[in-house]
C-alpha cells in the first residue's frame, strides 16, 4: 500500500501569526490532525489542555489545542483540534479532519478526491 502524503497548512484562530506548512502522512487509523510535540511552540496563544491516545501498543499522554483553521492541499480550509504527541516522527492527518473538508481516499490512486455527497444516515 502507497503512501499519501498531503501538504498542510495550520493557522491558529487567536493569532494569525502563529502558522506553520508541513507534509503530513494521511493516516485512517488516527482520528484527528496529528503533529509532533515541537510544533506547539509555534502555537503560544492556544490553550493546550491534556488527554490520552491509544496506539498499537501502550497509552501516550498528548496536548491537544483547539481552534485551529487547517487547509490540506487546494481543499477548503476547515476547523480542526490538533493533537501534539511527544515521540511522534511525523504529522498526520486523521479521518476526522478529511470528513470535515470532506474528502475521502482514492485507494486506486493513492490520493484524496472531493466527496460528492454526505451520508446522512
Given at each position: 500500500?502507497?503512501?499519501?502524503?498531503?501538504?498542510?497548512?495550520?493557522?491558529?484562530?487567536?493569532?494569525?501569526?502563529?502558522k506553520?506548512?508541513?507534509?503530513?502522512?494521511?493516516d485512517?487509523?488516527?482520528?484527528?490532525?496529528?503533529?509532533?510535540?515541537?510544533?506547539?511552540?509555534?502555537?503560544?496563544?492556544?490553550?493546550?489542555?491534556?488527554?490520552?491516545?491509544?496506539?498499537?501498543?501502550?497509552?501516550?499522554?498528548?496536548?491537544?489545542?483547539?481552534?485551529?483553521?487547517?487547509?490540506?492541499?487546494?481543499?477548503?480550509?476547515?476547523?480542526?483540534?490538533?493533537?501534539?504527541?511527544?515521540g511522534?516522527?511525523?504529522?498526520?492527518?486523521?479521518?476526522?479532519?478529511?470528513?470535515?473538508?470532506?474528502?475521502?481516499?482514492?485507494?486506486?490512486?493513492?490520493?484524496?478526491?472531493?466527496?460528492?455527497?454526505?451520508?446522512?444516515?
Amino acid at each position: 500500500m502507497g503512501r499519501i502524503v498531503q501538504r498542510v497548512k495550520i493557522q491558529s484562530f487567536v493569532n494569525k501569526d502563529e502558522k506553520v506548512e508541513v507534509d503530513a502522512l494521511v493516516d485512517m487509523g488516527a482520528s484527528i490532525m496529528a503533529l509532533p510535540s515541537k510544533y506547539k511552540n509555534i502555537f503560544k496563544s492556544t490553550e493546550l489542555y491534556d488527554a490520552e491516545s491509544v496506539t498499537a501498543a501502550w497509552f501516550v499522554p498528548v496536548k491537544i489545542g483547539a481552534g485551529f483553521i487547517v487547509q490540506v492541499a487546494d481543499f477548503r480550509p476547515t476547523s480542526a483540534d490538533i493533537a501534539f504527541i511527544d515521540g511522534l516522527d511525523e504529522p498526520l492527518i486523521g479521518y476526522t479532519l478529511l470528513e470535515a473538508i470532506p474528502v475521502a481516499v482514492d485507494m486506486l490512486g493513492h490520493r484524496l478526491v472531493p466527496v460528492k455527497y454526505l451520508d446522512m444516515k
